[in-house]
T-cell receptor, first 109, second 115 residues
């Protein structure tokens, strides 16, 4: 009930491409869905978050799409750049956060 | 600058030794958290605290202990009972009493290894 399943494990796109990372959850009590970006040797940094009363949220080049009935949400990175190469984590929760296992993204020049 | 400071950045533990990881925040956040990160495993919650002098076990609390004597500090002790302590440890904090629905801010971690 507490799992958050994230896919793919790794992803390679060319500069300017639109990588998409997907997450699925089971617990319908979850009411907060953030995405974090982590560079090697650093802590995760919050990118963008959504609550279940909206189906999409955009912040700069980052977009979350949320499908409440399917219990799925995804991160899209528009016009991806080599500097976006990092590990991305989705999470979900209501009192504490449950994290997905992460996606390593490589954006080639 | 407001933020979360974790120290040390690298730590080595000998067999049978307890070690303590420091976490300090100046964000005036109520809640603080400790996570363990292993390669390919995401972040797993060890302990969390919503207010001073109170804390709760997370998913993997065995072999760990914490204290919350001050709002800004939440040290984690890795005891000798934790048989596989090698990992990257992350501390986080958030506003309000619970963090599931509020943004969590992370420190830059402590990497613990066994000698």
């Amino acid at each position: 009930q507490q799992q958050v399943k994230q896919s793919p494990q790794s992803l390679i796109v060319q500069k300017g491409g639109i990588p998409i990372i997907n997450c699925a959850y089971e617990n319908t009590a979850f009411d907060y869905f953030p995405w974090y970006q982590q560079f090697p040797g650093k802590g995760p940094a919050l990118l963008i978050a959504i609550r279940p009363d909206v189906s999409e949220k955009k912040e700069g080049r980052f977009t979350i799409s949320f499908n409440k009935s399917a219990k799925q949400f995804s991160l899209h990175i528009m016009d991806s750049q080599p500097g976006d190469s990092a590990t991305y984590f989705c999470a979900a929760g209501y009192s504490t956060l449950t994290f997905g296992k992460g996606t390593m993204l490589l954006v080639s020049p | 600058d407001g933020g979360i400071t974790q120290s040390p950045k690298y730590l080595f533990r000998k067999e049978g030794q307890n070690v303590t990881l420091s976490c300090e925040q100046n964000l005036n956040h109520d809640a603080m958290y400790w996570y363990r990160q292993d390669p390919g495993q995401g972040l797993r919650l060890i302990y969390y605290s919503q207010i001073v002098n109170d804390f709760q076990k997370g998913d993997i609390a065995e072999g760990y202990s914490v204290s919350r004597e001050k709002k800004e500090s939440f040290p984690l002790t890795v005891t000798s009972a934790q048989k596989n302590p090698t990992a990257f440890y992350l501390c986080a904090s958030s506003t309000y009493g619970t963090g599931g629905n509020q943004p969590q801010h992370f420190g830059d971690g402590t990497r613990l290894s066994i000698l």
